[in-house]
């Protein structure tokens, strides 16, 4: 069963079916069982602490490692081409434990000057708190990165496309500065996702995806994940996450195993419903811009065909008065629902305001950098995910919302 199946020979589909799943051996069952179970019947000569945990020892405690968050980590190590993975309660818990496991005081990363909000403004104060410096740089730009970097630089953090811009980096070009500064290559691929881009075959050394969007893909479980080489997992595992212990859900760990099993066809679907609205709403009279890497308009199109094998399905736009239009949307909107988060079955759309952005999250500081925000933002956008339902109902949905 699974354990012979070649997986590095098989279609996506089949791996998001089948890796890290196996009948159960004692009852035979063909799904994946749930094991809630927070600690496990061990030997005598078990030691107690997680420093004398060895590859292969049985189960001992789910903060250690439980079955179904294993057979998860399985299939997205699979799907990821990587060597392992692990699993967090979050993309936020897979962030945060990466960072204190990489960075010590004295220490210096490059760190993306526009991500996902939480993952900015912890690397805006509590990050640098702890006497880590941060530069903040457009990744976007080479140059940028390369005058960033440090001696003392241990790190490089990008998104591609990052959150909510759509803008990409270049993960091949940034890998190789990274690795001549002899630092390490950090990518958010949760906008991508698998399907789309394989960081690590590029060049990156690790992985983080926010399992509550595109990967758990029904809106119903918040889940983190950080894949690579096995040397650096199984240290993550030992050394941080099992003491900081933003460990997922058994639970949440079965949702998403049983939403990864259509992940491949559903991502197909989103790309084509995000490219028939992206192109609706670039005709539209009311939209002044629309961001969609699929899309020849995008800013950096010759990019995302050569890094994207599927173009997902998050699109931004720009309309005049954004912010009475939101309240439209809020108000008028049927199918899609008014709400962040994103990579559901269900449309997602949410306006997100430049001004208000810059004095939360983004401090953004250079003439370029604020150049770059406004060519792909402007006064702000409406962040669009596009769900699963048809295209045609969701473009009358924009429709009638848009209308007078
Ligand atoms: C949502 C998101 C995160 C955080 O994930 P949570 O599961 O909400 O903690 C991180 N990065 C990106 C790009 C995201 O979209």
Partial sequence: MSEKIEFSKTGEQTKAVHAGEFP???????????????????????????????????????????????QLEEKLAVLEEAEMGVAFDSGMGAISALL?????SGDHAVVTDVAYAAMSELTNEMIPGLGIGITKVDTSDLNAIKNAIQP?????????????????????????????????????????????????????????????????????????????????????????????????????AW???????TFPIRMRAHQENALKIATYLEKHPKVKRVIYPGLPSHPQYELARRQ????????????????????????????????V????????????????????SFHLSTPAQLDSWNRFAGEGIFRFSVGLEDADDLIADLEQALKE
């Fill in 341 to 360: 988060s994103l990579g559901h079955h269900r449309s997602l759309i949410f306006y997100m305001d430049s001004k208000n952005l810059h004095e939360t």
């Fill in 100 to 104: 204190f496991h990489l960075l010590k």
């Fill in 152 to 252: 003392n630089t241990r790190l490089v953090y990008i998104e591609t496309p990052c959150n909510p811009l759509l803008r990409l980096t270049d993960i091949a070009a940034v890998a190789e500065i990274t690795h001549k500064a002899g630092a390490k290559l950090v990518v958010d691929s949760t906008f991508a996702t698998p399907v789309a881009t394989k960081p690590l075959t590029l060049g990156a050394d690790l992985v983080i995806h926010s399992l509550t969007k595109y990967l758990g893909g029904h809106g119903d479980a918040l889940g983190g994940v950080v894949l690579g080489k096995k040397d650096d997992l199984l240290s993550l595992r030992k050394k941080t996450a099992i003491r900081l212990g933003g460990i997922l859900s058994p639970f949440n």
């Fill in 308 to 339: 994207m094998k599927n173009f997902s399905g998050m699109i931004t736009f720009q309309v005049e008065n954004g912010r009475e239009m939101a309240q439209r949307f809020a108000e008028e909107l049927q199918i899609i629902h008014y709400a």
């Fill in 24 to 70: 159960d051996p004692v009852t035979r069952a063909s799904s994946p069982n749930l094991v809630m179970s927070t600690t496990f019947v061990t030997d005598a000569d078990s030691g107690f602490s997680a420093e004398n945990m060895k590859e292969g020892d049985s189960w001992m405690y789910t903060r250690w490692g439980n079955p179904t968050i294993h």
């Fill in 255 to 261: 949702l998403i195993l049983r939403g990864l099993a």
